[in-house]
């Protein structure tokens, strides 16, 4: 009986996880080309570089991803009822938590980048600035999805941004990587 107890316990825990990485995901993504959908429709300059399209989408979506895939087990999983096995895996307030926090963070981003191109701001500037509050964004969202859990320690979640903040900090202020990436202030 304990065995059968400690595979739903684990069952559950691998489905939130799952949950967790796939909000975490969308909603991420979906900011990004919220972003750059707006930005060319108010025929703005385009905000982002190939490399640094690139570059965002290896830095947000592999390590807090995966960090959030293997999260730790909630302590009251087994206190909660079971989900019907029909459920949809994206339910009706997790659709609009990633439609609401998406286009939020889109907004947010789309008035730096606008606020920062009308006060004189140099479009390597304005993109430096974009390029960097998008990827702290996104490390902030991490812990956001993991919802009650924020406060339980997921060391490598933790370690997984600190790291990701430690590379962004690498690229955006030495010389051969703003190169490449375009960036400079």
């Known amino acids: 009986f304990s065995t059968v107890v400690s595979a739903v316990e684990e069952g559950r825990t691998i489905y939130n996880n799952i949950l967790k990485s796939i909000t975490y995901l969308l909603t991420g993504n979906l900011s990004e080309l919220a972003f750059v959908f707006f930005t060319s429709l108010l ?7 190939p490399t ?10 592999g390590i807090p991803a995966l960090a959030l895939a293997s999260d730790n087990r909630d ?3 087994l206190s909660k009822k079971p989900r019907h096995p029909n459920s949809p895996i994206l339910s009706n307030g997790r ?7 998406g286009l939020i963070l889109s907004f947010f981003l789309l008035f730096i980048f606008s ?5 004189g701001s140099s479009e390597t500037l304005a993109r430096t600035i974009v390029f960097n509050a998008l990827i702290f964004s996104h490390m902030v969202l991490a812990f956001i999805v993991r919802g009650r859990l924020i406060f ?14 430690i590379l962004q900090a690498v690229i955006t202020f030495n010389p051969f990587f703003q190169n490449i990436f375009r960036l400079g202030f």
Not at 95 to 101: D, K, Q, Y
């Open 52 to 61: 640094q399209i690139l570059w965002i989408n290896l830095v947000t979506d």
């Open 95 to 101: 659709l609009t938590f990633i439609a609401t926090v």
């Open 152 to 165: 339980r320690l997921n060391k490598f979640l933790i370690l997984g941004v600190l790291f990701t903040i």
């Open 115 to 119: 606020t920062l191109l009308e006060n």
């Open 75 to 77: 302590v009251n999983i």
């Open 43 to 49: 025929n703005m300059p385009n905000p982002f570089f």
